[in-house]
């Protein structure tokens, strides 16, 4: 079995995976770079590159900030301490931070996604993003100037290569 190539970003992360339905479904408004608490075999697991983040969302209680839904699959060589693939986990996030993020995911219309995983310095981290959900006509619209941009970018490059 052959090992995933390793997708190291810019900034000097390693990215695991990512949440594309996030920037589709909703406009993202803020972010923020979360820790995550997990155990050994998930560590494994996502250093293999294994993890889903569709249909995940955070949450805040009792002042503490937990992912929901996100998969993190039992890693291949875990015995019978593996781990509970769709877990809660809890996020590692500074008071004010939780304070902040819990006002405005109060408001109406607002909910907590995460947009990705990856490691930084080695560590699990995830990037939480506050995300307003968008309609059908804004989701049309969005792709319809993504559409057009992507139009007059083949139309420059074209332009140049003469």
């Not at 190291?8 to 479904?25: F, L």
């Not at 993890?51 to 805040?60: M, P």
Request: overall charge positive.
């Amino acid at each position: 079995m052959a090992k995933k190539e390793k997708k190291v970003v810019g900034d000097g992360t390693v990215n695991i995976c990512r949440n594309r339905r996030a920037t589709h479904d909703y406009e993202i408004l803020d972010q923020l770079e979360c820790g995550l608490v997990l155990v050994g075999t998930e560590v494994k697991s996502l250093r293999a590159g294994h993890a889903n983040l569709e249909d995940s969302y955070a949450r805040i209680d009792g002042g503490e900030a937990w992912l929901v839904g996100a998969e993190i699959p039992e890693y291949a060589f875990g015995n019978r301490l593996n781990h509970k693939p769709k877990r809660e986990r809890k996020l590692l996030m500074h008071r004010k931070e939780i304070e902040r993020f819990a006002g405005k995911a109060s408001e109406k219309g607002l909910t907590l996604v995460p947009l990705r995983m990856y490691f930084r310095e080695g560590k699990a981290k995830i990037e939480l993003a506050i995300g307003k959900g968008k309609q059908v006509h804004d989701k049309r619209e969005t792709l319809k100037t993504a559409d057009a941009k992507r139009q007059i970018d083949r139309a420059l490059a074209t332009r140049r290569k003469r």
